[in-house]
C-alpha cells in the first residue's frame, strides 16, 4: 500500500503480487459482505500534472464497522467472484453483515477517538538566506545567497517596487530584515481527527441485528485540507420454520473532502496550481507568513519577487480548491433454502450505487490560469451484482466428502457522467459557472467529462473440493465468462483452476500426536484468468462537439468526428496463468506456525496501444501483444515467545518478494509509456522489470563507468533518455510484536523495505535549492565533482557550492537521473497500547466493559540514502493511483498520526 499524499482523504495504492497488466487495472477486487464494492478513484483530470487529490472509494467504508478483513492472493478468487479478481481480492465482512454469529440479547457499543497529526517536515537551513554565489537579496528562487549575521543585515523591502507603489505605500522604504524566518513550518498546522461510532446489536428468537452509525470530522495538516464522513449501516439475519434463510446489509455513506490542488514540481514552479509546489523550496529569509498575500484591491497573488512570477503559497490555500463529495447506498440481500441435508440453494443480490460530485476551482488573480477556473462534474456509477449458488456438501461414504458450489452471476456496471469547465471568471469569489465568459465540456487536461458506459459480465461456475479420509484433498474449479466488452467470438472464454494438498500429520504415524510437528500441510495448484478490455475499442463510435469553436463572425460551429482510435474487433482478453505451491505448519506445541508460498504468474495478450501514422486518419489501436511474469516468494511466521497465565508474547513476520519481467513486445513497439511523461516516467521494455523509470541520465565514460563532467566542472548530460532506476523493491519484511500482561497489552508493527529506486522531486528540488540543514556548510569553500573528464583523468575542476549543488540538480536543469534515491526504508509502522478495566470494577456498573487505548502510525522510520535532513518518506506516490511507481514530484510531506480512544459497552 503507497499513499499519494499525506492529505486527508488523498488516494491509496493497492497492489498483491507485482502488477501484471501494464496498460490495464491493477487495483485489487474489494468485495463487502459477499458482493463487488468499487474501490477505485474517478479522477477526472486523466493528467497528474493537474493533481492526484481524489480519494480511493474504500474510503467510504467505516472502519468501526468490519467485523473482518481477509486477502485472496491468487488466481482462484476469480472462480467465485470473476475475472474483476485477477489482481486479488480483498474479503470484508462488516458487522452488519456478520449478524449470524450474533449470540448476545442485546449490546450497545460506543467508541470515541481523537487523533492529531503532523507533518513531517525537513529541517531547513538557519545560516544562509536566498541568492546565487553567497550574494546578499532575497528576491531569488534559490537558498545560496550571503551568510545571516547578528544583527541581521537590512535589505530593501521585497514589496517595495513600483507595480505594488499604490497597493503597499507602507513598505515604500521600509527596512527588511535579512534573517532566518520558520516560514515552512509555520505555513503547516497540527491536524485533527474525531471519530465517534455506535454500534447496537442482539438478537431476538430467530432474528440477529445490527445497526450502526460513524461520524469522522478530520482537519488536515494544512488549513483548507478536511474530510467529513458520515456513516449509516443496518443488518440482519433471520431463520424461518419452512427451511429457508433470510440475511441482508444496507448501508448508507456521505463523504466530503476538501482540498487545495497538487501537481508535479521540480522545484521551479509547478507544472500547474499546485499547494506544495513552492511552499517546500521557500528561501529561508522569506517571511511567507507574515507578507501579505494578496492585492487588496483586486485580490491577485503578490510574492515576493520583484517579477511576481511565483503563486503565493497562502494565496493559493485560499483561493484554489478541489472538491470530492460522494453520497453512497450498498448493501445485498441473500435468501437461502435449505433442500436437504448437506445441500443448499441460495439467491443473491447486491448492489453499489454512489453519486460523486467533483469540483476543481481557482479564483482569477493567480498565476496559474490567473482568469480563474471552475470545473464541475457529477458521476453515478453502480455495480448490480446477481448470483444464484448451489451448494451441496456430504461424505459420499466413510473415506470421501465432497463440497461443490455451482452457480451462476451476473453483474452489470454502468457509469455516467457530465460536467463542464470554466474559464475568465467575472467576479472574484463566486464560484458558479454563470460567472464564467467561457465553458468548455471537456477537462482542463482535455479529458471528456460528459459521457456513459456500460458493461455486463456474466459468468457460470463451479468449484469444489474432494476430500479423502481428511488427510489428502483435490480443489478443482472453472468459470465460463461472457463479456460484453468484445465482439462475439471473443466473448466467451473458460478459465478453469486446480490444486491438491496434502497433510502428512494427518495419516503418517510417527508424525500424529508429535510435539515438534503438530500440523504440516503440503499445496499445489494452478489457476487461470482474464482481464476483458474497457469498452468502446472494437467497433467505430462517433464524438460529438458541440461549440466546438467560434467563427470570425461569431457563429457556433459543431462538429461530428470519428475517433482518433482505430477499432480492432479482433481484440481479445489479457490471458493470466499462475502456478503455486505452498507449505503450511504448526510447530513446537503449536507454538511456531509457517505458511511459505512460490508462486509464478504469467499474463499474455496484453491489451497494448499501437501508435499508428495520423495521416492514416487515426493515432492508435489496441492490439493483443506482450507478456508479463510475475514470480515470487511469501513467508509467514508466528512465534509464541510468552504463553503465561499473565503473560502473553505472539511475534510475527512477514517476507515476501517479487520478480517481474516484461517480454514478447513485438518490434514495433520497443517501449510503453506505463505513467508520467513520455521522455521521464515509467516504462515496460523487453527484457526489464515492468515499470523502470526511463529519464535524462549523465553519461559515464567507457572504460570506467564513471559519470563524465565537462570543461565547466559540470556533469555531461546525454542526448537521449535512457533507464534510470527500478522501483521495484529486492524484498520487505513486516514484523508484529503482540505483548500483553493482564489487561493491558502492547502491539507495535514494524516494515522494512530493502531497495527499489524512487525518483524524488522533494529532495533533488530542495538539495538543489539550498534550503535544508543537508547544505549547511562552508559554502566559500570550491568543490569537485566525483567524476572523471572526457581524457579519463579524475575530476579536478573546482566550482563554487552554488554550481556544484544548484546546477547539478533537476531544479538547475540537470539530469534526472540527480534525483534518483535507493528507496530503502525501515518503519516503525503503528505502536498501541490499551488497558481493558477488570470485569469485577463494573459489577455494579451498567457497562460490560470498558477499554482505552493510546495509539500511533509511522512514528517514525529512516531512509538511509536520502538527504539527512529534508526527512523524506519514500512511502509516497506522485503518479497517483494506477500502475505507475517510483516517482515524486514535491506532492507534500507524509504524516504522523497519534492519539486515543475509549470503547464502552453496554
Same mark, same amino acid.
Given at each position: 500500500m503507497v499513499s499519494t499524499s499525506g492529505l486527508s482523504g488523498s488516494g491509496t495504492n493497492i497492489n498483491i503480487r507485482g502488477i501484471s497488466t501494464i496498460t490495464g487495472n491493477s487495483q485489487p477486487l474489494w468485495v463487502v459482505d459477499g458482493v463487488p464494492f468499487d474501490g477505485g478513484t474517478n479522477n477526472q483530470s486523466?493528467?497528474?500534472?493537474?493533481?492526484?487529490?481524489?480519494?480511493?472509494?474504500?474510503?467510504?467504508?467505516?472502519?468501526?464497522?468490519?467485523?473482518?478483513?481477509?486477502?485472496?492472493?491468487?488466481?482462484?478468487?476469480?472462480?467465485?467472484?470473476?475475472?474483476?479478481?485477477?489482481?486479488?481480492?480483498?474479503?470484508?465482512?462488516?458487522?452488519?453483515?456478520?449478524?449470524?454469529?450474533?449470540?448476545?440479547?442485546?449490546?450497545?457499543?460506543?467508541?470515541?477517538?481523537?487523533?492529531?497529526?503532523?507533518?513531517?517536515?525537513?529541517?531547513?537551513?538557519?545560516?544562509y538566506g536566498g541568492g546565487f554565489d553567497l550574494s546578499l537579496g532575497i528576491a531569488f528562487f534559490s537558498n545560496w545567497g550571503a551568510k545571516f549575521t547578528n544583527p541581521p543585515a537590512v535589505v530593501k523591502h521585497p514589496y517595495d517596487r513600483a507595480a505594488l507603489a499604490n497597493v503597499f505605500p507602507q513598505f515604500a522604504g521600509a527596512p527588511y530584515l535579512y534573517k532566518f524566518y520558520n516560514s515552512v513550518h509555520n505555513f503547516f498546522q497540527t491536524g485533527n481527527t474525531s471519530t465517534t461510532s455506535i454500534n447496537v446489536s442482539g438478537t431476538s428468537g430467530k432474528l440477529n441485528y445490527n445497526m450502526n452509525y460513524g461520524y469522522t470530522g478530520d482537519a488536515g495538516y494544512i488549513p483548507m485540507n478536511s474530510m467529513f464522513k458520515n456513516t449509516f449501516g443496518v443488518g440482519g439475519s433471520a431463520k424461518l420454520t419452512n427451511n429457508l434463510t433470510i440475511s441482508g446489509t444496507l448501508n448508507y455513506v456521505s463523504d466530503d473532502v476538501k482540498s487545495p490542488p497538487t501537481s508535479n514540481s521540480y522545484g521551479n514552479n509547478p507544472a500547474n496550481t499546485s499547494i506544495f509546489g513552492n511552499v517546500m523550496y521557500t528561501p529561508t529569509a522569506v517571511d511567507l507568513m507574515g507578507l501579505p498575500y494578496e492585492n487588496p484591491f483586486d485580490h491577485s497573488s503578490v510574492y515576493y519577487r520583484g517579477s511576481n512570477d511565483i503563486q503565493n503559497p497562502r494565496w493559493?490555500?485560499?483561493?484554489?480548491?478541489?472538491?470530492?463529495?460522494?453520497?453512497?447506498?450498498?448493501?445485498?440481500?441473500?435468501?437461502? /433454502?435449505?433442500?436437504?441435508?448437506?445441500? *443448499? %440453494?441460495?439467491?443473491?443480490?447486491?448492489?453499489?450505487? +454512489?453519486?460523486? #460530485? =467533483?469540483?476543481?476551482a481557482q479564483n482569477k488573480g493567480g498565476i496559474f490560469t490567473p482568469t480563474g477556473i471552475?470545473?464541475?462534474?457529477?458521476?453515478?456509477?453502480?455495480?448490480?451484482?446477481?448470483?444464484?449458488?448451489?451448494?451441496?456438501?456430504?461424505? /459420499?461414504?466413510?473415506?470421501?466428502?465432497? *463440497? %461443490?458450489?455451482?452457480?451462476?452471476?451476473?453483474?452489470? +456496471?454502468?457509469? #455516467? =457522467?457530465?460536467?463542464?469547465?470554466?474559464?475568465?471568471?467575472?467576479?472574484?469569489?463566486?464560484?458558479?459557472?454563470?460567472?464564467?465568459i467561457t465553458h468548455d465540456i471537456n477537462s482542463e487536461a482535455g479529458a471528456p467529462l460528459n459521457y456513459n458506459t456500460e458493461k455486463l459480465l456474466m459468468g457460470a461456475f463451479a468449484q469444489g473440493q474432494l476430500g479423502y479420509k481428511d488427510y489428502a484433498f483435490l480443489n478443482f474449479g472453472g468459470r465460463n465468462d461472457w463479456a460484453s466488452t468484445v465482439e462475439k467470438s471473443n466473448r466467451s472464454l473458460f478459465y478453469p483452476n486446480v490444486g491438491v494438498s496434502f497433510i502428512p500429520t494427518s495419516v503418517i504415524n510417527w508424525l500424529q500426536g508429535n510435539k515438534q510437528i503438530n500440523y504440516l500441510k503440503f499445496r499445489l495448484g494452478y489457476s487461470t484468468s482474464a482481464n476483458f478490455p474497457d469498452p468502446y475499442s472494437t467497433r467505430p463510435s462517433l464524438n460529438i462537439g458541440t461549440r466546438s469553436f467560434i467563427t470570425g463572425g461569431g457563429t457556433a460551429i459543431n462538429v461530428n468526428s470519428l475517433q482518433t482510435q482505430l477499432p480492432n474487433p479482433d481484440l481479445k482478453?489479457?490471458?493470466?496463468?499462475?502456478?503455486?505451491?505452498?507449505?503450511?505448519?504448526r510447530f513446537i506445541d503449536n507454538r511456531l506456525t509457517l505458511d511459505l508460498s512460490f508462486y509464478r504468474r504469467v499474463a499474455n495478450n496484453q491489451i497494448l496501444n499501437r501508435f499508428l501514422d495520423p495521416s492514416t486518419g487515426y493515432t492508435f489501436q489496441q492490439i493483443n501483444a506482450g507478456t508479463v511474469t510475475n514470480k515470487g516468494i511469501e513467508m509467514a511466521l508466528g512465534y509464541d515467545v510468552i504463553r503465561g497465565k499473565k503473560w502473553k508474547w505472539?511475534?510475527?513476520?512477514?517476507?515476501?518478494?517479487?520478480?517481474?519481467?516484461?517480454?514478447?513486445?513485438?518490434?514495433?513497439?520497443?517501449?510503453i509509456n506505463t505513467s508520467g511523461?513520455?521522455?521521464?516516467?515509467?516504462?515496460?521494455?523487453?527484457?526489464?522489470?515492468?515499470?523502470?523509470?526511463?529519464?535524462?541520465?549523465?553519461?559515464?565514460?567507457?572504460?570506467?563507468?564513471?559519470?563524465?563532467?565537462?570543461?565547466?566542472?559540470?556533469?555531461?548530460?546525454?542526448?537521449?533518455?535512457?533507464?534510470?532506476?527500478?522501483?521495484?523493491?529486492?524484498?520487505?519484511?513486516t514484523g508484529i510484536s503482540e505483548l500483553s500482561y493482564k489487561a493491558f497489552s502492547f502491539r507495535m508493527q514494524w516494515d522494512y523495505t530493502a531497495g527499489g529506486d524512487l525518483y524524488s522531486g522533494t529532495s533533488g528540488a530542495l538539495l538543489g535549492r539550498g534550503v535544508t540543514k543537508d547544505t549547511q556548510f562552508d559554502r566559500a569553500a570550491p568543490y569537485i565533482l566525483p567524476g572523471v573528464l572526457a581524457n579519463g583523468q579524475p575530476n579536478n575542476i573546482q566550482i563554487s557550492a552554488t554550481q556544484a549543488f544548484f546546477s547539478n540538480s533537476i531544479t538547475g536543469g540537470a539530469p534526472d537521473e540527480t534525483a534518483i534515491y535507493d528507496a530503502t526504508c525501515i518503519r516503525l509502522r503503528e505502536a498501541s497500547l490499551s488497558y481493558q478495566l477488570p470485569a469485577k470494577l463494573l459489577t455494579n456498573l451498567p457497562f460490560g466493559s470498558i477499554s482505552v487505548s493510546l495509539s500511533g502510525s509511522n512514528l517514525w522510520y529512516y531512509a538511509p540514502n536520502f538527504p539527512k535532513y529534508i526527512h523524506f518518506d519514500p512511502d509516497v506516490n506522485g503518479l497517483g493511483v494506477g500502475n505507475g511507481r517510483g516517482m515524486e514530484f514535491l506532492t507534500g510531506p507524509s504524516a504522523r498520526r497519534y492519539g486515543a480512544s475509549i470503547r464502552v459497552t453496554f
Open positions: 486523466t493528467n497528474f500534472t493537474y493533481g492526484n487529490q481524489t480519494s480511493s472509494r474504500f474510503l467510504d467504508l467505516d472502519p468501526n464497522n468490519i467485523a473482518s478483513i481477509s486477502i485472496l492472493k491468487g488466481l482462484s478468487a476469480t472462480t467465485l467472484y470473476g475475472s474483476a479478481g485477477r489482481n486479488g481480492v480483498i474479503l470484508v465482512t462488516t458487522k452488519n453483515g456478520s449478524t449470524g454469529t450474533v449470540h448476545k440479547k442485546q449490546e450497545v457499543t460506543v467508541s470515541q477517538s481523537f487523533f492529531q497529526t503532523k507533518a513531517v517536515l525537513p529541517d531547513y537551513n538557519t545560516q493559493t490555500l485560499y483561493n484554489s480548491f478541489t472538491d470530492d463529495k460522494v453520497s453512497r447506498v450498498f448493501g445485498q440481500m441473500r435468501i437461502g /433454502l435449505d433442500l436437504a441435508k448437506g445441500i *443448499n %440453494l441460495s439467491y443473491h443480490v447486491g448492489i453499489d450505487n +454512489y453519486t460523486e #460530485s =467533483q469540483m476543481y471552475l470545473r464541475t462534474s457529477t458521476a453515478l456509477n453502480t455495480i448490480m451484482d446477481h448470483t444464484v449458488l448451489l451448494n451441496f456438501n456430504r461424505n /459420499l461414504n466413510s473415506n470421501f466428502n465432497l *463440497n %461443490l458450489d455451482a452457480g451462476f452471476n451476473a453483474r452489470k +456496471y454502468n457509469f #455516467s =457522467q457530465t460536467g463542464m469547465t470554466s474559464t475568465q471568471q467575472l467576479v472574484y469569489g463566486l464560484m458558479n459557472h454563470g460567472n464564467f482478453p489479457e490471458l493470466l496463468k499462475e502456478a503455486e505451491a505452498g507449505i503450511e505448519g505472539h511475534l510475527d513476520g512477514l517476507w515476501s518478494l517479487n520478480r517481474s519481467n516484461v517480454s514478447d513486445l513485438p518490434s514495433y513497439i520497443t517501449r511523461y513520455s521522455n521521464q516516467g515509467t516504462f515496460a521494455i523487453n527484457g526489464q522489470p515492468l515499470g523502470v523509470i526511463m529519464g535524462s541520465y549523465i553519461q559515464r565514460d567507457p572504460k570506467t563507468k564513471q559519470r563524465l563532467v565537462g570543461v565547466d566542472g559540470n556533469y555531461v548530460a546525454a542526448n537521449d533518455i535512457g533507464i534510470i532506476g527500478d522501483p521495484n523493491p529486492k524484498y520487505k519484511l
